[in-house]
């Protein structure tokens, strides 16, 4: 069955620092791996997608994501973090009946 | 662009009575809209699919009787709670697709609902 692993529950980051939140999946044919970022009061915003081709995605906001498939892992990175990034951010992988299966998210905490 | 409203955001319900909550897609057709419900620091699990004019799909473990969907146009989508009880106060969130296909895979999601039963 198809799953999908956040393995950090909170991260805190000072503002400016690097940020990687990590993701694993388990799908049996070529997933569809998307990033969301959830903030409070609105709904989720997609952040980037991988369908196919270059496994470097850059998405909004200055995040990106690298899919290796070796390692099962779909990683969201970003260089500098703003106090705005705080919020919470769900892994997510797609099959093939166009559902939507979550990881539990990781809620990111930026220090000033 | 592609933006989905749930109505209301907050509702509060005595337990046995019903509520229904609004799914819209305010600038595009939904040919497709997904439930999800959303545990407090866990992920969105989601309950059922449904298609313009079609039933409602419903995952494993979902109790179609008790959660009503109905999705009448290409714009609207309602889930009703019947006989609510306290096990179901949750958030409640929709999303949205245009038209889903290899290419297209994308998915709007609303601002979600919060259910409390007493």
């Known amino acids: 069955a198809q799953s999908v692993t956040q393995p950090d529950i909170h991260i805190t980051v000072s503002e400016g620092a690097s940020l990687e939140l990590r993701c694993n999946y388990s799908?049996?044919?070529?997933?569809?791996l998307f990033w969301y970022v959830q903030s409070p009061g609105q709904g989720l915003q997609l952040l980037l997608k991988?369908?196919?081709?270059?496994?470097l995605v850059q998405g909004i906001k200055g995040f990106e994501a690298e899919f290796k498939r070796s390692q099962s892992s779909f990683n969201l990175r970003k260089p500098s973090v703003h106090w705005s990034d705080a919020a919470e951010y769900f892994c997510?992988?797609?099959?093939?009946?166009?559902?939507?299966?979550f990881g539990s998210g990781t809620r990111l905490l930026v220090r000033p | 662009g592609a933006v989905v409203s749930q109505h209301p955001s907050r509702v509060i319900c005595k337990s046995g009575t019903s509520v229904k909550i609004e799914c819209r897609s305010l600038?595009?057709?939904?040919?497709?809209m997904f439930w999800y419900r959303q545990f407090p620091k866990q992920s969105l699990m989601l309950m059922a699919t449904?298609?313009?004019?079609?039933?409602?799909?419903?995952e494993q473990g979902v109790e179609k009787d008790k959660f009503l969907i109905n999705h009448a146009s290409l714009t609207l989508s309602t889930l009703t709670v019947t006989s609510a009880h306290p096990e179901d106060s949750s958030f409640y969130i929709c999303?949205?697709?245009?038209?889903?296909?290899?290419?297209?895979?994308?998915?709007?999601f609303g601002p979600g609902t919060r259910l409390t039963v007493t």
């Open positions: 600038d595009f057709q939904a040919t497709t």
């Open positions: 999303s949205a697709a245009q038209g889903l296909s290899s290419f297209s895979y994308e998915q709007y």
């Open positions: 997510a992988v797609g099959d093939s009946s166009y559902k939507l299966i």
């Open positions: 991988y369908f196919s081709g270059d496994t």
């Open positions: 799908y049996g044919a070529t997933p569809y």
């Open positions: 449904s298609n313009e004019g079609s039933k409602a799909t419903y």
